[in-house]
């Protein structure tokens, strides 16, 4: 700026340029550069057991009373079954951690959790969670999100067949839709990519699967 009014004729000095400039509050905060993650690369083959793993990831959407509501999406990576489909206004990292304690309670601890690199999974209490239940926490690289494909479809899914379809205007309906949307997903619908089985009998097949092998 102080080279284009030098070319223009004005002979003020630079001081004073700048003097004038921070009074107009034209001068902007140059942002920090974080430092970037770096991940290895982990095996990112499905889960071959119906305990092995999870893949984790949360969705936005917009609604007219609230602004904006977060879905935490939690799959069984072997039976694509959707295991938690929760709206909800903010997921801080004791929020979440005590939806998956519920879920670990519910269904027996995964032996990994696929997610990506957000806030609430990097954070103490998500570390603290994995370590209590000797849960493998396999972080995907930063920018790429198919690392983690299958979550990533299943909020393509839940898009596509959900949330689209209507305006909701506070989270509670938002809620009351996934819930229809998550009977249907896991319970009635065949799947082409399961042999047209629903995600909920491809969870029992691998079950009494698994029951087979241990029972002598």
Not at 161 to 182: P, T, Y
Request: glycine share 6%; aromatic share 10%; with cysteine.
């Amino acid at each position: 700026m102080f080279g284009w009014l030098r070319l223009a004729g004005y002979t003020w000095n630079h001081k004073r340029v700048y003097r004038v400039y921070k009074a107009l509050k034209l001068n902007l905060r140059i942002p920090i550069k974080r430092k970037k993650i770096k991940r290895p690369v982990l095996n990112t083959l499905a889960a071959s057991k119906v305990g092995q793993g999870w893949s984790l990831d949360f969705l936005s959407d917009e609604v007219m009373a609230e602004k904006k509501t977060r879905i935490l999406n939690v799959l069984n990576e072997y039976s694509r079954k959707c295991l938690l489909v929760v709206a909800q206004s903010t997921f801080k990292a004791k929020k979440l951690v005590a939806y998956l304690e519920q879920l670990v309670a519910d269904q027996g601890k995964p032996e990994y959790i696929r997610c990506d690199n957000g806030p609430e999974l990097l954070s103490v209490t998500m570390i603290k969670f994995a370590l209590k239940h000797g849960i493998e926490l396999r972080y995907s690289q930063p920018g790429k999100p198919m690392q983690n494909g299958l979550v990533e479809r299943l909020n393509g899914t839940i898009r596509r067949e959900c949330l689209n379809l209507a305006v909701f205007k506070i989270i509670a309906h938002v809620q009351d839709a996934l819930d229809v949307w998550w009977h249907q997903y896991n319970f009635e619908r065949p799947h082409s990519s399961l042999k047209y089985c629903t995600p909920d009998s491809r969870y029992w097949q691998g079950e009494r699967f698994q029951h087979q092998l241990v029972t002598p």
